[in-house]
């Protein structure tokens, strides 16, 4: 159990940091993927021992595929809890389908695309009431 939560809260703060990077401190998108996904896989490469083997094996998948979803616009979107919301969505997708994607132009990045139109679909639909109003 505490592995799970370890692994959805990895999803959270990795796209959440990406997404800072690439657009509050102006980075871009690639690099601020790029860097957490490095910086994340070295950090357990050189500490291997610091958390059990499936975690320090898996944190650094999270990190790259919840960093995709920090890869958005700040332009598209305006709200850091969406990006949360999105990463927590992508470690939820993650550990519930396992390699179910693989071989749809990776699954990584098909997860976290996957997760942050639902996100932003359902964010929409909350919005669709005040269409009505008069």
């Avoid at 957490?36 to 320090?56: D, G, M, R, Y």
Wanted: charge should be positive.
């Amino acid at each position: 159990m505490i592995d799970i939560t370890v692994i959805l809260i990895s999803g959270i703060l990795f796209a959440l940091l990406t997404f800072y990077l690439n657009n509050r401190l102006q980075l871009g998108g690639v690099m601020a993927s790029a860097g957490v996904s490095v910086l994340t896989a070295a950090f357990f490469h050189f500490f291997p021992e610091l958390l059990n083997a499936e975690l320090t094996n898996t944190i650094p998948v999270i990190a790259m595929g919840a960093s995709f979803i920090g890869m958005a616009s700040s332009r598209i979107i305006k709200k850091y809890w969406i990006i949360g919301v999105a990463g927590l969505f992508f470690s939820f997708i993650f550990l519930v389908t396992g390699t179910f994607f693989e071989g749809f132009g990776g699954s990584l990045g098909t997860t976290a695309a996957i997760s942050l139109a639902a996100v932003c679909g359902i964010f929409q639909l909350g919005k669709i009431p005040a269409l009505f109003k008069n």
